[in-house]
């Protein structure tokens, strides 16, 4: 009986279609990236307060149509990654680009899985990984990436294909939005 119920549980978990799945959150854990921490610029613009870093509302391929992030995020390598910056124009800004994976982090809700990001703020984010722009020393061939999954990071080739959200320094003429 007890290996059946593991079986449901772990079938029940892959079955579910985790790019529309609401995130797990646990509120007996602290939240690290609660809404108080952002500002809406523009629908697709979100300002974190505390790093005064401005990211990208939806993962690249999407668009954010005033409720949610629609379309389906576009998977890059490492290179084309870091070339977005380069043909990237976003509410007529073009300084954006790959976030380092300090810079990342800093949206990651450490309380939720599956994403582990703050699905109000960034809805619709693929729970999988993310490429930064941070290489890794001595290995050309590898780079850091950040797993939305459940906050974790690591290194991968830089051949593979992952997931983008793009960020920018705030400027002294971005204004809130008012809602």
């Keep these: ?20 799945a609401q995130p797990i959150c646990y509120p007996e854990i602290p939240e690290t990236s609660n809404a ?5 610029l523009s629908q697709q613009e979100v ?10 509302r939806c993962s690249v391929g999407q668009t954010f149509d005033g409720e949610t992030c629609v379309g389906e995020a576009t998977l ?11 043909t990237l124009v ?21 309380n939720c899985v599956r994403p ?3 699905a109000s703020i960034f809805p619709e984010t693929p729970p999988d990984e993310f490429w930064t722009s941070t290489p890794v020393r001595d290995d050309e061939t590898r780079a ?14 830089t051949t593979r294909t992952l997931y983008v ?15």
């Design 1 to 20: 009986m007890m290996i059946r119920n593991i079986f449901v549980s772990v079938f029940s978990i892959l079955s579910v279609n985790s790019v529309c």
């Design 144 to 157: 850091w990436s950040l797993a939305f999954t459940n906050g974790t990071s690591s290194i991968k080739d």
């Design 76 to 86: 890059f390598t490492w290179q084309q990654a870091l070339e977005l910056n380069r």
């Design 116 to 118: 582990s990001i703050n």
């Design 165 to 179: 959200r793009l960020v920018r320094v705030r400027l002294p003429t971005d204004t809130i939005a008012t809602p």
């Design 90 to 110: 976003i509410n007529q800004n073009s300084m954006w680009r790959l976030p380092n994976i300090k810079e990342l982090s800093v949206i990651v809700e450490r």
């Design 47 to 56: 300002w974190h307060r505390t790093s005064n870093l401005v990211f990208t």
């Design 36 to 40: 108080d921490k952002f500002a809406v």
